[in-house]
């Protein structure tokens, strides 16, 4: 059987976030919305991985991983506005630490979808002096990990989170307003390329120099109906505004959306060591006249077209070739890609294991392209808090069982643990789907 092997040093591991598996963050912005009764079930002891981060590292290590991705919780460090809590920096000191012990290289992330509750309170990212306050806390963290951690991540997915909570209106503040989703866009650029410097800026040891991205979630798009120029040209449109212009800012300096908004933020320019790719599958977008020049709803379940053959137990669409294709584009930027999450929800955990070894395998067909990958991190290393969804959706290499916070290594996990060890993948009966 044909296998395809992978560079040497390449980064195998699965990626968290705090807010979804610490537990009782309860200066956050998120705990404060779910405690106004805004989703389905609370977060509370999530999976009390602030707790138990040593033993679920151990499990890493167990599954042959060398790399781990989680973030660093801002309203932990900083839970009143200028009051910073030293043991919480030492906590994250101690995170990093218990990974290098293991062998796990950590990928930090800076901002994973929440912030400090009097952050949001007295306007979060709509507010221009946001950037300069997320700079704050960027070089705190930096002053006490910028020595022992080479992969950083400064934010989680900006195009989601600002569809999500202030498009969408399904996370806090809960707005659905377009003039402030673009002011929120504008000041997550200008906060990355703030952190971007003080990560660059504070490295004093000999090591290599720090690799900053953000986590950038790039689904391929389509039109909804493939016969019907409206949802042709939004499906194009929204690969623009959600896809490119972000990346444009991150080496450019510019963000251009026709229709939208145009602006120079020049300190944007090349901030962006390597791109962070996050990939679930395609989206399917419908001309919607009420969206105006935002980009239109995405098709929901009942209406997906037929090309959608196969789903997650979330209804996700699953297609590694569209992988293929998102991966191989961003490549021909010329920069290392890292797959910061790449995962699915399936009951039947068998089939969570092909998705992986569907989605490795199209990995291998990019890098046959020409991508320069560096590392693929699952996501989850655990089942864990789904925001709006709660804990019903589960993508953990491991199961928890939340009455008694037991985890159990699935299938899927010890499977994904022999390429992790092996460093290769076998390619012959590569069935990674067509590409339409
Ligand atoms: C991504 C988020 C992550 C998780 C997965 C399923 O968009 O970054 O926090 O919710 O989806």
Not at 169 to 188: F, M, S
Not at 222 to 242: L, S
Not at 292 to 297: D, F, I, L, N, R
């Amino acid at each position: 059987m044909p296998e395809f092997a992978f560079p040497d040093g390449f980064l195998w591991g699965s990626a968290t976030s705090a807010h979804q598996v610490e537990g009782d963050n309860v200066h956050s912005d998120w705990w404060a919305w779910e405690q106004a009764g805004r989703v389905k079930e609370p977060s509370g002891l999530a999976c009390d991985h602030y707790r138990r981060f040593a033993q679920d590292f151990d499990l890493a290590a167990e599954l042959g991983h060398n790399a781990h991705r989680f973030s660093v919780e801002w309203s932990r460090l900083e839970p009143a506005e200028g009051r910073w809590d030293e043991a919480a920096l030492a906590h994250y000191v101690e995170v990093v630490r218990a990974l290098r012990a293991r062998r796990l290289e950590p990928i930090v992330t800076l901002h994973h979808f929440t912030t400090p509750q009097w952050f949001a309170l007295r306007g979060g990212w709509v507010r221009p002096d946001s950037v300069e306050a997320f700079a704050r806390y960027v070089r705190r963290v930096a002053a006490a990990l910028g020595d022992s951690v080479r992969y950083w991540v400064t934010i989680n997915e900006p195009m989601v989170y600002v569809r999500m909570h202030y498009i969408q209106g399904l996370g806090p503040p809960g707005a659905r307003d377009l003039p402030q989703a673009l002011r929120v866009i504008e000041h997550l650029i200008r906060a990355h390329a703030a952190a971007y410097r003080v990560l660059h800026g504070a490295r004093r040891g000999p090591g290599p120099a720090p690799q900053v991205s953000v986590a950038h979630h790039a689904p391929a798009f389509g039109p909804c109906r493939r016969w019907w120029p409206p949802d042709r040209w939004m499906a194009a449109r929204t690969d623009r505004v959600f896809n490119w212009a972000l990346l444009e800012a991150l080496t450019e300096g510019r963000w251009v959306v026709p229709g939208v908004g145009k602006w120079r933020i020049p300190e944007a320019a090349a901030t962006l060591d390597y791109v962070g790719v996050n990939f679930y599958g395609r989206q399917f977008i419908q001309w919607a006249p009420a969206a105006g020049a935002w980009p239109g709803a995405s098709c929901d379940l009942g209406h997906h077209p037929r090309e959608v053959t196969e789903r997650t137990s979330y209804g996700w669409d699953v297609h590694p070739a569209s992988f293929v294709q998102v991966l191989s584009r961003i490549g021909r930027m010329g920069r290392p890609i890292l797959v910061t999450e790449n995962g699915t929800y399936m009951q039947d955990d068998a089939r969570r294991w092909d998705f992986i070894l569907r989605h490795v395998q199209a990995m291998a067909r990019a890098f046959q392209q020409g991508a320069r990958i560096i590392g693929y991190c699952y996501w989850s290393l655990l089942d864990n808090f789904e925001w709006a969804d709660g804990f019903g959706p589960r993508f953990g290499l491991a199961e928890v069982d939340y009455a008694t916070q037991r985890r159990t290594i699935r299938d899927s996990g010890r499977r994904y643990a022999e390429i992790c060890r092996a460093n290769r993948v076998e390619i012959g009966d590569m069935e990674i789907g067509d590409s339409h």
